[in-house]
Nanobody, 124 residues
Framework: QVQLVESGGGLVQAGGSLRLSCKASGRTFSSYAMGWFRQAPGKEREFVATFSWSGASTYYAESVKGRFTISKDNAKNTVYLQMNSLKPEDTAVYYC?????????????????WGQGTQVTVSS
């Protein structure tokens, strides 16, 4: 069974940075796709970034492209989301997700395993 635990959220001023972490356990993730999603109050969960654990390509939502970077540390089985130039509209609960297939998708429906989420609040 896959376990995902996010950390690193918090309160930051607009223009600041945060790095979210997602510690993955329970499987060998070399054949998995991993993603970050977020959900703001009153809104649907939306895609942020994704990549295949075994590959080099990444894919980002247009709203975060150039500001956010998804990466991984194989030795630590951890996925990161570096968030720079944060904006108030980035405020949301951020979730890490895993898919037991190396093909990544931007749809949350394609991911079966989810973390508990970490709150990111960006003040103006």
């Amino acid at each position: 069974q896959v376990q995902l635990v996010e950390s690193g959220g918090g309160l930051v001023q607009a223009g600041g940075s945060l790095r979210l972490s997602c510690k993955a356990s329970g499987r060998t993730f070399s054949s998995y796709a991993m993603g970050w999603f977020r959900q703001a109050p009153g809104k649907e969960r939306e895609f942020v970034a994704t990549f295949s654990w075994s590959g080099a390509s990444t894919y980002y939502a247009e709203s975060v492209k150039g500001r956010f970077t998804i990466s991984k540390d194989n030795a630590k089985n951890t996925v990161y989301l570096q968030m720079n130039s944060l904006k108030p509209e980035d405020t949301a609960v951020y979730y890490c997700a895993a898919r037991s297939n190396p093909t990544w998708y931007a749809s949350s429906r394609e991911y079966a395993s989810w973390g508990q989420g970490t709150q990111v609040t960006v003040s103006s």
